[in-house]
């Protein structure tokens, strides 16, 4: 199996300037300290531990011990992948709405990937960031008392040869594999950009009609429309054609002989032919 090809490493003054030109990383901007470290274990692990303001971003060159959504881990070669985490505390967003912020990300990641690499990229619901039908980026939010981390992880030069196997089935692939060649702080720049644009948006007005987020996340929702079959927690399974998200942000599954969409809020969600 062929290794990724090591790619310069980020630098963090470089990603500050970056995003201060932009009206970020500053007192008017959502993000507030942008740290870049070699290695760790899981940055979401850290920002949850070490708690502290919104708009903290943790970069890791690698990661040893990162996570996905159902429990699965993620991993990637040093300088191959962009892995990293940024604490955020919503308090304008009331609990019972705060379900779309793993959505946010997916808009901003998939929004980010068309701008920053001119590749195509959909969402698997509800925030899994796909190519055609392969993995491109994982998400993984996460709530501790009022803060909530959510952790991004996307393959962007590790060779087609080199890419590992998805516990869930689906393959994987990077931004190298589908013809582009983008550079990492580039791509975080755009990925920041439009976190912040979506979610200040958001908490300014915590409906998803009326801010727009609904109407991003359906542009870019590569699995309505589609037959799927939904796999819930404790073993019970949906199966019928995606319909909808709803404003609670719930997939909206027409099941064969039912009389009204059967609405998914978790679970692990399958393409089917």
């Known amino acids: 199996m062929a290794a990724a090809p090591m790619r310069a490493p980020l630098r963090q003054e470089v990603l500050r300037g970056a995003l201060a030109g932009a009206g970020g990383a500053g007192a008017g901007g959502l993000w507030k300290s942008i ?9 979401n692990t850290d920002l949850l531990a070490r708690g502290g303001r919104s708009g903290q971003v943790l970069v890791a060159e690698e990661q040893t011990a990162g996570r996905g959504r159902m429990g699965r881990s993620w991993v990637s070669d040093p300088g191959a992948a962009l ?8 308090a304008s967003v009331p609990a019972a709405k705060r379900g779309w912020l793993p959505l946010l990300a997916g808009v901003a990641v998939a929004t980010a990937v068309r701008a920053a690499a001119s590749v195509p990229a959909t969402l698997k ?8 039908e392969r993995k491109l980026a994982g998400i993984l939010a996460e709530q501790s008392g009022d803060a909530v981390v959510v952790g991004i992880g996307v393959n962007v030069a590790t060779p087609a040869e080199a890419l590992p196997a998805s516990p869930a089935g689906v393959r994987a692939t990077s931004l190298l594999a589908e013809g582009a060649d983008v550079a990492r702080d580039v791509l975080l720049v755009e990925v ?3 976190l912040e644009r979506w979610y200040l948006a958001f908490g300014a007005d915590p409906d998803p009609d009326r801010s727009g987020l609904r109407a991003a996340y359906l542009a870019v929702c590569g699995t309505l429309g589609r037959r799927v079959r939904a796999e819930l927690p404790g073993g019970r399974t949906v199966s019928g054609v995606a319909e ?3 404003a609670d942000g719930r997939l909206l599954v027409a099941e064969p002989g039912g009389t009204s969409p059967t609405p998914v809020s978790a679970g692990d969600v399958v393409h089917l032919r």
Request: no cysteine; glycine share 6%.
């Open 35 to 43: 740290e870049v470290v070699a290695t760790t274990g899981s940055t």
């Open 83 to 90: 892995t990293f985490s940024v604490l955020l505390r919503p």
């Open 125 to 132: 619901w509800p925030n899994d960031v796909l190519v055609g």
């Open 192 to 194: 920041l950009r439009q």
């Open 244 to 246: 909808d998200v709803d």
